[in-house]
């Protein structure tokens, strides 16, 4: 199989999984998975008109000319508080004590906050210190959202707020597509489990972390994390195992041409077919991606820095296509710091962080490119995008970059940059 474009193998890798039957939950299961329905307003909020102040309930036109010298004294004919309905109208000369939330009575048409006014000592009196106009400190039937409406879209994240509206209408369920089930499957026999004495020839197992927090991060539901040894018969035992527990079993390692990259044939061995078989990309060249039996098979290269740009490019879209959306990220463009010779034919990501001067356009500093090394990722803005078809990139070229948009988040005994730094 010809290396496919970037572009094309995002597309076939989508094809190696199917959208998730959606499933009724309790609100608080939903948190962090996709709605699969849109969600319209079953009520009126507010669903009557109602104070937003604590004060009293008053007739608009009576608090004409009023100030602390010359007040407006009307007559309090009752006491309402939230949760419970007037029981009379206001007539001319009346004000009702009402409290935030409290429905309005009929015949009033603003509110007073309390500061402006004060009642007389028995209660039965008020004295009202500024005129006020119709409507004031009232919230309306109907002005945040009328019963029908369409509040949130299919595919939206369920966030707190989600969270939260959803209760506000009444809801106790929401309708999302339920979580993949994920294995990561880490394979190399020079690799030494973390918290083991490790020689320098080496290498810590550091894939199973990185792969797992990636698949939660998309949503999933990581369940098993296994090792296998470069061994055809090893791999070929792990992966019957795993594939039927889930819905994406994610190996790492063993992709590539070596004599022993057995993932792909074993995967062939077993019936698996492939939807993408090297990728024109760089760093993740080898990633594949098959389907065995029901299960939807992501074969990353081993370096981590490889792992992660074929991780995000074509096993991330394939966890939020099984969640039912797929994603859009911001995009900025920038120059580049330096000139960059790359192969012609292939797409590269280099991770890079963004220098915003005094020109229009913010410099795009290129981290050190090497698919091995993670830590160029650990504080980059995200990663410039040089396109295929083209081998030389030059200093100050505009050129765009994805950005991460993670959140910068600063430990408590720092002060966080000021906004001018
Ligand atoms: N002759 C060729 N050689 C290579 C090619 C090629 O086209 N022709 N492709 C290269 C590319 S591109 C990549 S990327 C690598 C990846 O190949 P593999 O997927 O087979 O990866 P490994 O050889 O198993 O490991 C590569 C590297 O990463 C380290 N590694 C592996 N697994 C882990 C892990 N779980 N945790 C931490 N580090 C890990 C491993 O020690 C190696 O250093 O192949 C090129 N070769
Ligand atoms: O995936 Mo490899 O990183 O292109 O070297």
Known sequence: MPLLSLTAARLAALDAIALAAPERVPLLDAHGRFLAEEVRA?????????????????????????????????????????????????????????????????GADAVVRQEAARATPDGQAVDIFIPVSPGHDIRREGEEVTAGTPLVAAGQHVSATVLGVLASQGATRACVRPAPRVAVLATGDELVRPGEPALPHQVYESNLMLVSALAREAGAHVCHLSRARDDEEALREAITRLAPEVEVLITTGGASVGDKDHVKRVLASLGARFFVDGVALKPGKPVAVARLGNTAVVVLPGNPGAATVAFDQLARPLLLKHQGVFETRRRVVARLSESRHKQAGLTYLITATLEHGDTLAPRAVLRPQGAGQLLQNLHADGWVILPPGRADFSEDELVELELFERPRYHALDTAPPSADE
Request: include cysteine; proline fraction near 9%.
């Open 42 to 106: 079953s009520r009126t909020l507010p669903g009557c008109d109602n104070s937003a102040m604590d004060g009293w309930a008053v007739r608009a036109e009576e608090t004409r000319g009023a100030n602390r010298d010359r007040p407006a004294r009307l007559r309090v004919i009752e006491t309402v508080y939230a949760g419970a309905l007037p029981t009379q109208a206001l007539q001319p000369g009346d004000a009702t004590r009402i409290f935030t939330g409290a429905p309005m009575p009929r």
